[in-house]
Each structure stands twice: as structure tokens, then as C-alpha cells.
């Protein structure tokens, strides 16, 4: 028997326990349990879909080193020979070698280089739009698994009084009070809430999944903290002008970058010039002659307007792709602004009318059921209209908590 499968096996059981610890190693720096801040921190700077994002930073930075260096020389050599009479010039042989380097005489690559320092500064304030993008992604998944923990904790909190009522119903049972319709009814209802208590479940761990997703987490089952009213309650929210937007900013540097590339292309125009050197010798006999002389561009044909004229289009669109960026954020501070107002209304009207009514409710009618003023069905539907109201509640305070969220990042963008 081989003893080399034996003396392999440890390294491969090792081999396997280092791979099961770095598997996982991304979801355990990620904490189970987050706040709002928390994962608005890790979307704008620990997420791996901003990680990707700042590639395209490294992108134009390679870019403007390749515009950044200077041209290479060029050398060139050809030898002749003369097998018959040396007709041509005195020498079995001869060899020519010359160097060519080309000039930058118009700024062309001054022009190349500032024109790929505008195009950083547009990649960067890209990245600042893609993050207060994901900011806004994974805050809007964070309310929902919020709202959807505490859904689940109404739909529980539903199938424990319904339990207690069952208990009390089959207590009159025995009693002679009640009759076994009024223990089925509640059965029946006991099993609608069970249904409903498994769908909340089923969003939560759909608004789970949401959330990781958002910021870009393998293997992640975060637990929301925090109440959802402490959300929707209204927060000072410093605005910024327009143009400190980050999607203003952005189509300010896209323009700047333009106009850079208008300054490039009429440079560009420039005929090419270098210089050059050589020498040119003979053997048998041997003789030598240097060589020195310029090289100009005639523009004849191509005098490079079309690309002037390019340029110049792009940067006019780039203008006025600022503007249009300048109205639409207004425009979405604006379109928030009237949803915050909106929902704080109809949530302000739930919690005056209803709300403070909901424990009353219950408590009226078991009081009227036990004393027999009241049937089970009263009992039950009044059970079931205070859960769905609360439920109802946390929906309205939810969507009032992310309408805040979004006119907060709105206004104030990536800090």
C-alpha cells in the first residue's frame, strides 16, 4: 500500500479549512446588526459596487500618464551592396542609419494632459453620483427590512392574542356559554393570521436580501435596528445650492472636460514636426557622410476641422446636459420635498383618528363578548382590524421614513 495519499491528506484537510475561513471573511466584516448610519457608511465607502465604481477613477489616471510622456524616437538602417562596377558610389558597400524624433512645438501634449485632468475630475464626481445612488439604494432597503421586521412582530404579536382569546372562547365552551362555532371561528381565524404571519416573514427575508444586494454583501442576513417612527420623525437636513450637487458637479466637470477636448483638437491642428540625423558610409573603399534635416506635416488634405467641429458639439451638449442636470435635481428636491409633506399628512391623519383608538377597540369588545352583549364574529373582526390597522401604520411611517431619506440625500448629497 502507498503511503502518498496518507502523507497528501493533512494538507488537503488544511488546504480545505483555510478556503471554509476565507469564504466567509467579507460577510463577517459586515456586522449582523445595522442602523440607518451604518449602512449609509458602507454603501458610500465599504461597498464593493463603489470598489468597482472607483475603478473608472484608475481608468483616466492611466489615461493621462499615457498622454503625459513624450513621443518615442524613431531609427531606421538599410544597407546596399554592389556585386558588379561600383557605378552608384565608390564602395562595395554601403549603410545609412538615421534618427528621427518628433517636436512638440504647438502644446499639443500640455493641451493632452489638462484635458485628462478634467476627465479625472469627471470619473470622481461620477463615483460621488454612484454613491449617493447606492446611499439612496441601500437606505430605502434598509427602511423596508425595518418595516418588515416590525410587521412581523404585529403579525406575531396578532397570533398570540388570538391564542389568548381562543383560550377564553373555549374556556365559555366548557362553560356552556359558547358554542363550538364560536371555538371553530376562532380557529379559523387563528389560521389567517398563521398566513399572514408567514407572508411578513416572507417579505422580511426578501427585504433582507434586498439590502445585501444593495450593498453589494455575499452571504449577509443583516437584522435591522432602530424603530421605524425614530425614522420618520422630521431631521434637519442642511441643502446645498444646485450647483454643490453632486449630479450638477458631475455635469460641470463632464463640460469642463469637453471644452478641455475642444482646446485639444484645435491644437491637434498643428502640422507634425521632427528633426532628424544620420550618416551615410561606404566600404571598400570607405567614406562617410552626415545628415541633418526637418520633417513638416503639409496640410493639404486633412486639416483636422472635423474634429474641431466635434469637439466644439460635444462641449455645447455638455452645457447643456449641466442644465438639465441642474433642473432635475431641483427638480427631485422639489418631487420629495411635496412626498414628505403628502405622507406626513396622511400618517399625522392615521395617528389622530385611528391610532390612539386601536388598544380601545380590543378591550371594548372582549368586555362586550364576555358579558354577552357581543357575538365571537365582533370579537374577532375587531381583532383583526387593530392588527391590520397597526400594520397599516407601520406601512404609512415606513414610506414616510424613506421619503424623508430621500429628500435628506436629495439635498444634502454624499458628505
Given at each position: 500500500m502507498s503511503l502518498r495519499p496518507l502523507a497528501i491528506a493533512p494538507l488537503i484537510l488544511l488546504a480545505t479549512l483555510a478556503a471554509a475561513q476565507e469564504a466567509p471573511a467579507a460577510a463577517q466584516e459586515t456586522?449582523?446588526?445595522?442602523d440607518l448610519q451604518t449602512v449609509l457608511n458602507l454603501a458610500r465607502t465599504a461597498s464593493p459596487r463603489v470598489a468597482a465604481e472607483e475603478q473608472e477613477i484608475a481608468g483616466a489616471e492611466a489615461d493621462r500618464q499615457s498622454v503625459n510622456v513624450l513621443p518615442n524616437p524613431s531609427i531606421s538602417y538599410a544597407g546596399s551592396y554592389q556585386p558588379a562596377e561600383l557605378t552608384n558610389y565608390e564602395g562595395r558597400r554601403a549603410h545609412e542609419a538615421t534618427i528621427e524624433m518628433p517636436l512638440d512645438l504647438s502644446g499639443k501634449r500640455r493641451a493632452r494632459v489638462n484635458a485628462a485632468d478634467r476627465r479625472i475630475d469627471a470619473a470622481r464626481s461620477r463615483v460621488a453620483v454612484s454613491r449617493l445612488e447606492f446611499m439612496n439604494e441601500a437606505g430605502a432597503a434598509f427602511v423596508?427590512?425595518?418595516a418588515?421586521?416590525?410587521?412581523?412582530?404585529?403579525?406575531?404579536?396578532?397570533?398570540?392574542?388570538?391564542?389568548?382569546?381562543?383560550?377564553?372562547?373555549?374556556?365559555?365552551?366548557k362553560s356552556g356559554v359558547a358554542s363550538d362555532y364560536d371555538v371553530a371561528r376562532v380557529d379559523v381565524e387563528i389560521e389567517s393570521a398563521r398566513a399572514d404571519l408567514?407572508?411578513?416573514?416572507?417579505?422580511?427575508?426578501?427585504?433582507?436580501?434586498?439590502?445585501?444586494?444593495?450593498?453589494?454583501?455575499?452571504?449577509?442576513?443583516?437584522?435591522?435596528?432602530?424603530?421605524?417612527?425614530?425614522?420618520?420623525?422630521?431631521?434637519?437636513?442642511?441643502?446645498?445650492?444646485?450647483?454643490?450637487?453632486?449630479?450638477?458637479?458631475?455635469?460641470?466637470?463632464?463640460?469642463?472636460?469637453?471644452?478641455?477636448?475642444v482646446v485639444t483638437a484645435r491644437r491637434e491642428r498643428f502640422p507634425e514636426v521632427s528633426v532628424n540625423g544620420g550618416r551615410f558610409w561606404t566600404t571598400g573603399p570607405f567614406g562617410a557622410t552626415y545628415s541633418a534635416g526637418v520633417t513638416l506635416e503639409v496640410p493639404l488634405f486633412?486639416?483636422?476641422?472635423?474634429?474641431?467641429?466635434?469637439?466644439?458639439?460635444?462641449?455645447?451638449?455638455?452645457?447643456?446636459?449641466t442644465e438639465i442636470a441642474r433642473a432635475n435635481a431641483m427638480a427631485e428636491i422639489d418631487r420629495y420635498a411635496a412626498l414628505v409633506e403628502t405622507r406626513a399628512a396622511a400618517f399625522?391623519?392615521?395617528?389622530?383618528?385611528?391610532?390612539?383608538?386601536?388598544?380601545?377597540?380590543?378591550?371594548?369588545?372582549?368586555?362586550?363578548?364576555?358579558?354577552?352583549?357581543?357575538?365571537?364574529?365582533?370579537?374577532?373582526?375587531?381583532?383583526?382590524?387593530?392588527?391590520?390597522?397597526?400594520?397599516?401604520?407601520?406601512?404609512?411611517?415606513?414610506?414616510?421614513?424613506?421619503?424623508?431619506?430621500?429628500?435628506?440625500?436629495?439635498?444634502?448629497?454624499?458628505?
Open positions: 456586522p449582523a446588526t445595522v423596508a427590512l425595518l418588515a421586521q416590525e410587521t412581523v412582530g404585529v403579525r406575531r404579536d396578532a397570533m398570540a392574542e388570538l391564542d389568548r382569546l381562543r383560550g377564553m372562547v373555549a374556556g365559555r365552551r408567514v407572508e411578513a416573514e416572507a417579505d422580511a427575508i426578501s427585504a433582507r436580501t434586498d439590502l445585501a444586494n444593495a450593498l453589494g454583501v455575499a452571504n449577509w442576513r443583516p437584522t435591522a435596528a432602530g424603530t421605524i417612527d425614530a425614522l420618520s420623525a422630521p431631521a434637519a437636513s442642511p441643502a446645498q445650492s444646485a450647483n454643490a450637487l453632486p449630479a450638477v458637479l458631475a455635469a460641470h466637470d463632464e463640460q469642463q472636460a469637453a471644452q478641455a477636448d486633412d486639416r483636422r476641422n472635423g474634429a474641431v467641429r466635434k469637439a466644439e458639439a460635444e462641449a455645447r451638449a455638455a452645457e447643456l446636459r399625522d391623519m392615521f395617528n389622530r383618528r385611528i391610532g390612539g383608538k386601536l388598544g380601545a377597540l380590543g378591550r371594548m369588545a372582549e368586555d362586550s363578548y364576555r358579558l354577552g352583549g357581543g357575538s365571537v364574529i365582533e370579537l374577532i373582526d375587531a381583532t383583526r382590524s387593530r392588527f391590520d390597522n397597526l400594520a397599516t401604520r407601520i406601512d404609512l411611517s415606513g414610506k414616510l421614513a424613506e421619503a424623508r431619506l430621500r429628500l435628506n440625500l436629495a439635498r444634502s448629497g454624499v458628505q
